[in-house]
Structure formats: C-alpha cells, structure tokens
C-alpha cells in the first residue's frame, strides 16, 4: 500500500481547529481516509476498536494528535499509542496550541515523531499542514506493517475516577 492510500487519525477536540485541518487537507489534495476522534478516549476507543470505530478502524499511516483534550489528554493518548505492539511504530505528529516546555518535552520523551505549533494565520496553517502530507505521506518510508491486529491487544474499557480500567496503574 503506498503513502496514499493510508488512513490519519486526527484526534481534534476544538471543532474550528478540526474543520480547519481537515479544510487544508482538502485544499492539498489529501486523499487519505481520514477518521476524527475528537477527545483523547475517542482516540483510545479507535486505537482498541471499541465504541463507534469496533468495525472500521484501519491502523493509520498518520496520526495528528492534539495535547488538550477532555477525557483523557494527548499526552496520556501519546503515551499508550507508544505502548502499543501494532501502533507504536505509527508516526504521531503532536499538532497543538501549546507552546509549553514541558509539554514538548514530554512528548518526544514519550516518542512523538514531531511537535508543531498551530499557527494561528490560516495560511500558514495551510502550509504547515501541506509539508505534514508532503513528509509523512510522501516523502517518508513507513515501517512495515504489524501482524498483530488491534483488535488482538484490545485493553478493558476505562472506568473509574480517574478513567483507568480495571489493572491499569
């Protein structure tokens, strides 16, 4: 399968920043599949085909993953995608707002492929998101494909106060 054809996961919880990503896509030509989860336990129900992605939720040969997101942060999202036998080797481009040290940090300490700050110009925004399709679906040689399915390495669904599932730390 080439670049082209591979699916991204845009995990987007502000629907003004999701409709513009997905407008500069269109605007580039991206013809990806494209799946929106738009709060980190979306994210994690597509990543362990649970909830509305059970039946239909190809591994991505990109996801672009936002930090500040209900539920269950993009942080806590990067940090399980990593974990994951199938996912891990998945390119996750961190697309954010935030500007914070630590939160850079933290992300490619926890295996973030990149970390790009949202522009707030629309054009520029239009341009940041054309080198993503450029590098990461083109230009970049993905790692062969897991033999493992998602659906093998399924977790419980997450409950309880602090949204962990039963065994979890």
Do not use: C
């Not at 670049?3 to 502000?14: F, M």
């Not at 909830?51 to 239909?56: E, L």
């Not at 522009?119 to 897991?146: H, Q, S």
């Amino acid at each position: 399968m080439t670049g082209r054809n591979l699916a991204i996961l845009l995990v987007e919880d502000n629907s003004m920043d999701m409709e513009l990503t997905l407008r500069a896509l269109r605007k580039h030509k991206v013809s990806n599949p494209i799946a929106v989860a738009r709060d980190g336990e979306e994210a994690l129900d597509y990543v362990y085909q649970r909830g509305r992605f059970a039946q239909d939720a190809p591994v991505p040969g990109l996801i672009l993953l936002d930090i500040r997101l209900p539920k269950v942060d993009g942080i806590e999202v990067l940090r399980e995608i990593k974990g994951h036998l199938v996912y891990r080797t998945v390119p996750v481009v961190m697309l954010t707002t935030s500007q914070e040290e630590a939160d850079i940090r933290t992300s490619y300490e926890l295996g973030a492929n990149s970390y790009i700050v949202k522009p707030v110009d629309f054009d520029k925004f239009l341009d940041v998101v054309g080198r993503i399709d450029l590098y990461w679906l083109l230009t970049n040689t993905a790692p062969p494909a897991a033999t493992t399915s998602p659906r093998d390495l399924s977790r419980p669904e997450r409950s309880g106060p602090e949204g962990k599932g039963p065994g979890d730390p």
